[in-house]
């Protein structure tokens, strides 16, 4: 692995996540180049990477351009076989980096992995951002093994095999450069959220595969950028899913699915205006608005490869059904 392997952390403003987390990443990364790309701080970030980190590269982006730009920017004068892109809140374990590199020696066409994804501040629970490996539904929403909208399971061992996925998770994310590369990078279009599910299924759409590979365990803080009480998460959230559908998806029917988004986001904004408020709620109108006068164009597959594609609604079976877990769910998957 020595000189093949790059792990990349994206910084803004994180002093302190990097002093909680990057320890760890330092302790247990052996044979791997760590970098962290510091996307415009106005903290001490830098001065403590310099004076506390000295093991670590430090790249410094021109400017903030969000999660998209900012590893774009970073990861393109680098040369390693593979980019490992690690959010600055996480956690990592030992052994996290070998499994899947061997992975990728062993699997030509797995383009993109990720490790188990757990909970930082609940240990024995799937986190948010990844758990055990993203899905998408015919519709376009995302969820994972092991965690439905907000509901999370508990880590009993259920998912502990490899199994191809969707997406990957932006939290901590191995891919071939050449592959990332060849795609463009990401979106910059979207600044942050969603931008790792375009990326695989513009990925899955050439036939490539994703790969959950759980004998990698790293755990995540998160909302280490914008919490959940941020209104522009909701906006970022609804505009960059319905970009991401739109440009991806390869059935002959994409334009009714968005008209079908508009009416379950319609009963979405009704959700958060009881339960979260104007801002969140009107910040689903903006996204809608901004998707729609977004500069987009559709992907044409190559060799499109539908693998992780649920059959039915996750909205329909998670709201109106009540079921809460990945193994719940009744329609199938491509």
């Known amino acids: 692995m020595s000189n093949q392997t790059a792990v990349v952390i994206l910084n803004w403003n994180g002093v302190k996540h990097l002093r ?37 590269q430090l790249i410094i982006n021109k400017e903030n351009g969000g999660f998209a730009k900012g590893y774009n920017d970073a990861l393109m004068h680098l040369e390693e076989e593979f980019f490992i892109l690690l959010n600055s809140d996480v956690e990592v374990t030992k052994n996290w980096i070998q499994p899947i590199v061997d ?51 508990k880590d009993l061992g259920q998912y502990d095999h490899r199994k ?19 795609l463009g990078g990401f979106d910059e279009n979207y600044f942050a959220h969603m931008e790792e599910i375009d990326l695989c299924w513009r990925a899955k759409n050439r036939g490539y595969q994703v790969y959950y590979v759980p004998e990698s365990t790293v755990y995540h803080l998160g909302g280490g950028s914008l919490q959940s009480s941020n209104p522009r998460k909701t906006f970022l959230n609804f505009r960059n899913s319905l970009a991401t559908l739109y440009k991806n998806d390869q059935s002959n029917y ?21 339960s979260n408020g104007i801002d969140h709620a009107w910040a689903i109108i903006r996204a809608h608005f901004s998707f729609y006068a977004m500069p987009k164009a559709r992907i044409k597959a190559i060799d499109a490869n539908k693998k992780g594609i649920y059959k039915g609604s996750v909205v329909w079976e998670y709201f109106f059904h009540s079921r809460k877990k990945f193994i719940q769910l009744k329609k199938g998957f491509n």
């Open 103 to 153: 992975y990728f020696g062993e699997n030509e066409s797995c383009a993109i992995a990720q490790p188990k994804i757990k909970a930082y501040l609940q240990k024995d629970e799937f986190e948010y951002a990844g758990a055990a490996g993203g899905f998408i539904d015919y519709l376009g929403y995302p969820f994972c093994q092991g965690r439905l909208f907000q509901s999370m399971e």
């Open 20 to 56: 909680t987390f990057l320890p760890s990443v330092v302790q247990y990364t052996d044979n791997a180049t760590i970098y962290v790309a510091d996307n415009g701080s106005t903290d001490d970030s830098i001065s403590v990477l310099k004076n506390e980190f000295p093991q670590v």
């Open 254 to 274: 994409t334009v009714l699915k968005i008209i079908w988004r508009m009416k379950l986001d319609a009963i979405a904004f009704i959700k958060f205006l009881l």
């Open 164 to 182: 191809e996925i969707f997406w990957a998770s932006g939290a901590c994310m191995f891919i071939r450069s050449s592959v990332f590369k060849n």
